[in-house]
């Protein structure tokens, strides 16, 4: 006698959220441990990017039924095209909404990277220059970008974003960064043929 089990699952994947624990995710890593700390780093504001994105597409086909033709937009475009809809107001002059900006010229630099020469110079002591003569480096801004305090303040503004945008919404039932759900099941199977 054969005993299997039919195993049936379904489940309801908010993506957004799913990056938007990646990022954290990489961030920890980055702050517990130095060893590829800048990688670690460029991940999570990359994936907080991505999160952001991934929300807007989520909001967005709960206020507008054409949301097909405007997520072809920037996420600068859907997160303007969001804002108004649910009567806020978008500015990027200033913290939180300024990250915005910020963020997604560093996730362009990286999406869109090309090879270049930097060229960079300072004046320094011959004794700091002795101790370690690798510790100045010529970098780009992106580079320049990946540091704890930008991906800690990225996800702190990230979050405020779309908190309030999402309360604005005032989509019933549902919270900001809460993952999907998930049913699953089994069946005995029983092969009285064997």
């Not at 890593?29 to 060893?35: F, Q, V």
């Not at 915005?100 to 996730?107: E, W």
């Not at 700091?128 to 970098?139: E, G, I, N």
């Not at 039932?173 to 043929?193: K, M, S, T, V, W």
Request: hydrophobic residues 35%; proline residues 3%.
């Amino acid at each position: 006698m054969n005993k299997n089990v039919k195993v049936t699952a379904e489940r309801h994947v908010r993506t957004y959220t799913e990056l938007w624990h990646t990022s954290f995710v990489l961030l920890e890593l980055g702050k517990e441990d130095e060893r590829g700390r800048h990688h670690k780093l460029m991940g999570s504001l990359v994936f907080t990017a991505f999160a952001f994105e991934a929300y807007l597409n989520h909001l967005g086909p709960s206020l507008f039924e054409t949301w097909s033709h405007i997520e072809r937009l920037s996420p600068k475009a859907k997160f303007e095209v969001l804002a108004e809809r649910v009567g806020l107001k978008a500015d990027f002059g200033c913290r939180p909404q300024q990250t915005i900006i910020r963020l997604f010229g560093f996730r362009n630099d990286i999406a869109h990277g090309k090879s270049i020469t930097l060229k960079d110079m300072r004046i320094e002591s011959l004794e700091v220059y002795q101790k370690d003569p690798w510790s100045f480096r010529a970098q780009t801004d992106w580079e320049k970008y990946c540091t704890i305090e930008n991906t800690e303040r990225a996800r702190e503004d990230i979050n405020s974003v779309v908190h309030t945008l999402h309360k604005a919404s005032e989509i019933k039932d549902e919270y900001p960064f809460l993952h999907g759900f998930e049913i699953r099941g089994g069946e005995l199977i029983i092969d009285d043929n064997n």
